[in-house]
């Protein structure tokens, strides 16, 4: 094998590489958003890395977002946590509540409710999604800010995946999921915050692009995650490592690529 000849290959194409994000940084958007052309272009970059992605599955639409300031649920300040201990929860403890056969146990920043006795209840489909809304709010949740991600069935039970959403984009650190046997909720598990404050951002947020030829040198990607099969705007916490010491966190614009193997990548995309 001739290495000197690899060598400038490998050159040439890291060099039209960093030629075209160059090009995407610093020209990727035009009023209306991202182009034909540089989607094309796109698309081609990812196959010769050997990612595949569909042109229709590029964003190409520039949004206006927000920074979020947000309090987990666990906080010791949060409204959650005040609403507990006013609405005939006892305190068994630190990060334990207690309230007739129902238990909600707090690790970390995650939350998990259990219900030892749950009431039984025929329901369709349409009606456990308002069941679980009720119990939700019953529990002390906001829930304007609720929207369904996913539904499954497993063992008999039915689990419903909600997210939370605000100005129309997921905050995608908060998750909880439900799971629901003969109609009644038995538990509750997963990671939810509150808005504490939205702070605006000038301008428009980066295009897509960007953050797709960031995804084919990202050292977390395997050979597994060959083809992208969405790619999302959204928010997500800035740095997860403070997120318990911190009263409040900021959540920052993010896309959100996901891949054939169900991994899911984040890059930053605020204008720089």
Known sequence: MNWTKVKIILILLFACVNIFLIFVTFFPNNDEGISRDAVDNTVQILQKRGVKVAPEKIETRLFEMNAIDVRNIA??????????????????????????????????????????????????????????????????????????????????????????????????????????RDGAIININGCWNEVAEVLPLNGKI??????????????????????????????????????????EIQMLPTWRIVTNAGNAFYYDARAK
């Not at 207690?98 to 025929?122: H, M, T």
């Open 206 to 247: 980066e295009g897509s692009v960007k953050a797709l030829i960031e995804f084919t040198t990202d050292p977390k990607r395997t050979e597994d995650d060959n083809e992208i099969v969405s790619v999302t705007a959204g928010y997500k916490i800035s740095d997860a490592a403070d997120y318990e010491k911190n009263i």
């Open 75 to 180: 906080n010791i300040n949060s409204d959650f946590i005040k609403n507990l201990e006013g609405g005939g929860w006892d305190s068994e403890g630190d990060n334990v509540y207690v309230r007739g056969n129902e238990w909600i146990i707090f690790d970390g920043y995650l939350f998990d409710y259990d219900n030892q006795n749950p009431q039984a209840q025929s329901a369709s489909e349409s009606d456990l999604y308002n069941s679980a809304i009720l119990e939700l709010r019953d529990l002390g949740f906001v829930t304007d800010d609720m929207k369904p991600l996913d539904t499954r069935e497993t063992d008999g039970d039915f689990i419903l995946r909600i997210g939370q959403i605000n100005g129309g984009y997921f905050m995608f650190d908060s998750v909880l999921e439900i799971t629901l």
